[in-house]
């Protein structure tokens, strides 16, 4: 079975700019969560989506948002990039009958 | 949320026993004990998950006293793979897919 996948793997985006990151979660899966990790901040929770419903947040500002299709393929946006946005970002599925996630390999974002 | 505490870092080297223990003095009736181990530039992986005593399958044993106050993640016979971040995340599995992570514990394996 195909793990999670995360497109691109690397990006680099200047101060001001917008970015969309995607993420195609494990077959059968309909749980993604997203995540940022920084060395200064850790891995912290952005949000979940279940069945194209955003279902938990974390604490970040607007600027981030998702959103989540019908086959459970999920985007997240993140707009007026600043330099602090620089991270990995992760994204991971799980089933629903189960909290363990399963993370792809994330997307290196670089903000210049 | 329990309050987490694990080693900064560890070292051992290659065909060891480690044990990275973790404590959750605030843990809630309801929570589980999860680990997670991430290797460099990837995302975490799931290694192990228990509520109390004794759980192990083929990558690790998790072992969780009687008050599970805290737990020791145990790596038999480490190799220089095994190097890695280890997170211990103590949550209720109520559905929710908001994992906590803590600082972790950095494990280095010298040959």
């Known amino acids: 079975k195909a793990g999670v996948t995360q497109t691109p793997r690397y990006l680099i985006k200047t101060r001001g700019q917008q970015v969309t990151l995607s993420c195609s979660p494990i077959?059968?899966?309909?749980?993604v969560s997203w995540y940022q990790q920084t060395p200064g901040q850790g891995l912290q929770f952005l949000f979940e989506?279940?069945?194209?419903?955003?279902?938990n947040k974390g604490n970040f500002p607007g600027r981030f948002s998702g959103r989540q299709f019908s086959n459970s393929r999920s985007e997240m946006n993140v707009s007026t990039l600043e330099l602090g946005d620089s991270a990995l970002y992760l994204c991971?599925?799980?089933?629903?009958?189960?909290?363990?996630?399963?993370f792809g390999p994330g997307t290196r974002l670089t903000v210049l | 949320l329990a309050k987490i505490t694990q080693p900064i870092s560890m070292d051992s080297y290659e065909g060891q026993e480690v044990n990275i223990t973790c404590s959750h003095n605030n843990i809630a009736t309801n929570d589980y004990i999860t680990w997670y181990q991430q290797f460099p530039s990837q995302g975490p992986r799931f290694i192990i998950q228990g509520y109390k005593t004794k759980v192990t399958n083929e990558v690790a044993s998790l072992f969780i006293p009687a008050d599970r106050k805290s737990s020791t993640l145990s790596l038999p016979r480490v190799s220089l793979s095994d190097t890695a971040v280890y997170y211990c995340l103590v949550g209720e599995d109520t559905g929710r897919r908001a994992l906590t992570f803590g600082s972790g514990t950095r494990l280095q394996v010298q040959p």
């Open positions: 077959s059968g899966h309909r749980s």
């Open positions: 991971a599925s799980s089933l629903p009958t189960t909290d363990t996630q399963y």
């Open positions: 989506y279940f069945s194209e419903t955003q279902r």
